[in-house]
């Protein structure tokens, strides 16, 4: 009976699968007909703690949520809310504190990811399991799991722990979730070499993967945070989320905008009151005014509000956003690191070549759908091209490997009115019924018309299936399917009793294997009809060789056209896989990716971290990478000034989802692991979707940019206005309470029109911008500077002529805030395209939120000068028309000299600010 197990001999062995069984078992004190003892499991359990993934404690609630206000522009906005609370003007206050409390609740809600990524591991490890307890079979709960456990798996089963095979009986598991394998994975009990990666590791088997096929038994090896899928969910809590491009400028742009105004203010409060000598509450007044009227208390509404508009563009576009930044992130991605299976390609196996005695044929269309046609090949290499269609009916040759190639076959092909095509068996042998339909076969007619009389299921020792058919007119034969160099050896002829040129066949099997594609043998011979079953040694070199059936999963047709987007965009496509590096390099040229190079995980591993990054820059394709692969892979990217993307579906990738600028995760066929710890989700799986959501990207980006051009001028207008007024002792031209008004009327109003413009034209044609831009770029800054001056200048002119004329210091006032505000509402127009001209129909038609906007403003303005009550609180006087028309030619003035400055921009071939 077994006893306790050897603590430092289990802690010492981590390669289990370069182990011999016999030298597990001792290891880890098991046996293999009994299992463990009650007490050794009672001990065992004690030790190593239950089969489950150990809870992460987060921050409580209320201490996240108080995080979201430690934020340099929050404080900035908190002391403009209570700066205007102050003041009286309790809505304007109200707006400015309702920002800051939404921002933090918006933060609040989006934290978590970790927990939430957590949660779906745990749903990744199996209920039950079936398990050897002194000398019997026991079904238990897999939490109560134990290294040493015999564990009996049998097809459906999900496997409860990571184990070591003692025993197999043709046994498949589907890993594709973890290790990116498009087939199902055939296991053996033999140890392999120490160094073998995760993908390579064929006698042991994951927890959380599933058993396709056959029958096994195995030890546990690991448990809970020790197995493979334990440990991703350790590298995904352990993952820091990053902030955004948008983000980090944000933060930055606070910081300065803080110490820029905190800085004129001081000074202006001493320039005031030791130099000017001005009364004391009258240059606090004109200080908070400045103040008021520089902070941009409107721009985290509009930030949100553009991300918000572009997130439902995007959730058109079959694009889900999980956290709001994420929708600016991806129009500034320079990379984009895609898994393969189920990403790139259907993860749908699919025959694409088809090797006769007489030719060699192309098979289009892909996926389980039984679409597209037969070709013959104008080649036989690799590039997949043909020419003229075939009629599949008048090729008898194709005709028979096809009909073999469907009834030596237990998947079943279904179609459901909503699910579409599916298969019900092993993908490989799904791929040959498409095949066979495709060639114009039904499957249940012509199983009836030559029914099943007998089978030897395929086994990983023989690597071939055999089935025994007859016609009802007499005749039985045997059909026979497999490995190309096992089917070949039992094969004497072809072509109906030609010699067999077998350098032939196996030129066609290097030529299909070195395109990635995986190759089946197909054959059948004649059977006595005495003869009802079927015997191994029955079967011998007896067989006539119908053609080879080359298969893949191929990638999307319309990745093909999406990466190609990418790439016109400047965006580096690479594709980072668990699948082997001929088949990653032949789906990757498919793709149009740089395949001629492709790095393994075994290769990653020799590299130190200079090594990687410079690898990393320059090969496109990676092939056999774990998660900490794609950690480091990721991690290089970055370290190079890199913005990247991830894109993925399976456990495998969760960690590396959540390590990326930005994750982008399936929302079909992908687990709840890596969609948990994605910042986007795909709801129609397809990598095509990504082009269309960074284009969205760069359009949000653009209309942040845009809603910025607009709103720091003009704030910095107004505050121009009262500065200069201070500096040169001269009246103010407009008031504290004036100041709000405008600002309350145009700051978020006009600049969130812009959160509807359409996209620039050639958005994709740019390159991404760089990560280290700053928010105010050089171009921008003396946009600026321009537009301030422009301001500044024209709301003098008209307050000094009003007061020239003779009229009040009140109706100079009043013009001074008409022409603040229309030189706002000009500028709005100006800046509805970077550097194109304005000069056209579509500036007035193109955006109907910003044509709406003005005319609410004309309207607000005219109650501001002629409403009565507005007069009473605001000090405002009614303009005659000679007013106007000066407020208005200076409106128009501006409009034209920032026109001439995009003009001198488009000569210096600037096409974004």
Not at 392 to 397: E, F, I, K, N, V
Not at 441 to 459: G, I, K, N
Not at 733 to 756: C, E, Y
Request: aromatic share 6%; charged share 20%; glycine share 8%.
């Amino acid at each position: 009976m077994s006893r306790t197990p050897k603590s430092f001999l289990f802690e010492a062995l981590p390669s289990w699968h370069a182990l011999a069984v016999a030298d597990v078992l001792t290891a880890l004190d098991a046996d293999e007909h009994l299992g463990l003892s009650a007490h050794a499991v009672s001990q065992r359990l004690q030790q190593h703690g239950e089969n489950r993934l150990p809870e992460k404690q987060g921050r409580p609630g209320w201490l996240r949520f108080l995080a979201q206000f430690h934020n340099a522009l929050i404080y900035v906005l908190l002391a403009a809310g209570l700066t205007t609370l102050a003041l009286g003007s309790f809505i304007d206050a109200g707006v400015i504190l309702s920002v800051v409390l939404i921002n933090a609740i918006i933060g609040h809600v989006q934290e978590g990811k970790a927990e939430q990524a957590l949660a779906a591991v745990h749903g990744m490890l199996a209920g039950k399991a079936t398990v050897l307890r002194d000398g019997e079979r026991h079904l238990i709960d897999a939490a109560e799991l134990v290294p040493g456990d015999i564990v009996l798996l049998e097809p459906g089963d999900k496997i409860p722990a990571d184990l070591r095979l003692t025993r197999v009986k043709n046994l498949r598991i589907v890993e594709s979730a973890l290790t990116g394998e498009s087939v199902p994975v055939e296991k053996s009990s033999a140890a392999v070499a120490p160094e073998a990666g995760l993908g390579d590791r064929s006698c042991l088997c994951f927890s959380g993967t599933l058993v396709s096929a056959g029958q096994g038994q195995g030890v546990v090896i690991a448990t809970g945070a020790s197995t493979e899928i334990g440990r991703i969910g350790t590298l995904v809590g352990d993952i820091q989320g990053l902030l955004t491009p948008l983000m980090r400028r944000l933060d930055q742009f606070a910081r300065q905008i803080t110490g820029f105004i905190l800085g004129v203010a001081l000074l202006t409060m001493g320039y005031g009151h030791f130099v000017a000598r001005m009364d004391a509450l009258e240059l606090f007044l004109a200080v908070v005014g400045l103040a008021v009227a520089a902070i941009p208390e409107g721009m985290p509404a509009v930030v949100t509000i553009v991300l918000a508009i572009g997130t439902r563009a995007m959730a058109r576009q079959k694009a889900i956003v999980r956290r709001l930044p994420a929708v600016e992130t991806l129009g500034s991605v320079t990379v984009i690191c895609t898994d393969k299976t189920g990403t790139l390609t259907r993860n749908e196996m699919t025959a694409v070549r088809l090797v006769l005695p007489q030719a060699e044929l192309s098979v289009t269309g892909t996926g389980y759908e039984p679409e597209g046609g037969i070709h013959l090949a104008r080649q036989a290499d690799q590039t997949g091209r043909s020419d003229r269609p075939l009629d599949p009916l008048q090729l008898p040759a194709l005709q028979e490997l096809a009909r073999a190639a469907l009834l030596c076959n237990d998947a079943q092909l279904r179609h459901e009115a909503e699910l579409g095509w599916s298969i019900l068996g092993d993908p490989t042998e799904g791929a040959l019924l498409v095949l066979a339909r495709k060639a114009g076969l039904e499957q249940q007619a012509t199983q009836a018309e030559f029914p099943r009389v007998d089978a030897l299921p395929f086994e990983s020792e023989r690597q071939f299936m055999v089935t025994l058919h007859h016609d009802h007119q007499g005749r039985h034969f045997a059909l026979l399917k497999g490995a190309p160099e096992k089917v070949l050896a039992l094969c004497c002829s072809q072509d109906g009793g030609a010699p067999l040129e077998a350098d032939r066949w196996h030129a066609a099997v290097g030529r299909a294997a070195s395109a990635g594609e995986r190759v089946l043998a197909v054959a059948q011979c004649d059977w006595s009809p005495e003869c009802s079953s079927l015997n191994w040694q029955d079967i011998g070199r007896r067989f006539d060789l119908l053609g080879l059936v080359g298969m893949i999963d191929p990638p999307r047709e319309e990745a093909i056209a999406a990466v190609a987007e990418c790439q016109r965009a400047g965006i580096r496509v690479k594709m980072i896989t668990g699948d082997h590096a001929v088949t990653a390099a032949a789906i990757g040229a498919q793709l149009g990716l740089a395949a001629d190079r492709t790095l393994t995980g075994e290769a990653i591993e020799r590299l130190d971290d200079a090594s990687l990054q410079q690898q990393a820059a320059q090969i496109d394709v990676f092939a056999r990478a774990s998660p900490e692969h794609k950690l480091r892979l990721i991690a290089a990217l970055q370290a190079r000034g890199q913005l990247v993307a991830m894109t993925g579906d399976g456990v495998n990738d969760a960690p590396a989802l959540k390590s990326a600028d930005i994750g982008v995760a399936m929302g079909g066929k992908g687990t709840d692991v890596a969609r948990e710890a994605s910042d986007l989700v795909l709801t129609d799986d397809n990598f095509a979707t990504i082009a269309r959501a960074v284009r969205e990207g760069r359009v949000v980006y653009d209309n942040i940019k845009k809603s910025l051009m607009h709103m720091l001028p003009t704030n910095g207008g107004e505050a121009g206005v009262i500065l200069l007024a201070i500096f040169a002792g001269l009246p103010l031209p407009v008031t504290a309470g004036q100041i709000l008004w405008v600002n309350t009327v145009t700051s978020v109003t006009l600049a969130l029109s812009l959160a509807f413009e359409p996209a620039e034209r050639g958005v994709m044609q740019q390159t991404p911008r760089p990560t280290t831009e700053s928010i105010i770029t050089r171009a921008l800054g003396y946009r600026i500077l321009f537009v301030i001056l422009l301001m500044v200048c024209a709301t003098f002119a008209v307050f000094n002529w009003e007061l020239n004329r003779g009229n009040s210091l009140e109706l100079a006032r009043t013009a001074a805030v008409n022409m603040i505000v229309t030189c706002e509402l000009f500028y709005l127009f100006n800046v509805r395209h970077f550097t194109e001209h304005a000069f056209k129909r579509e500036t007035l038609t193109g955006n109907p939120v910003a044509l709406g906007v003005a005319g609410i403003l004309v309207g607000l303005q005219l109650l501001f000068t002629y409403a009565p009550p507005m007069q009473q609180l605001f000090r405002s006087v009614p303009l005659d028309a000679s007013s106007w028309a000066v407020i208005l030619g200076f409106g128009l003035l501006l409009f034209v000299l920032v026109e001439a400055e995009k003009a001198v921009l488009r000569q210096a071939r600037v096409h974004r600010i």
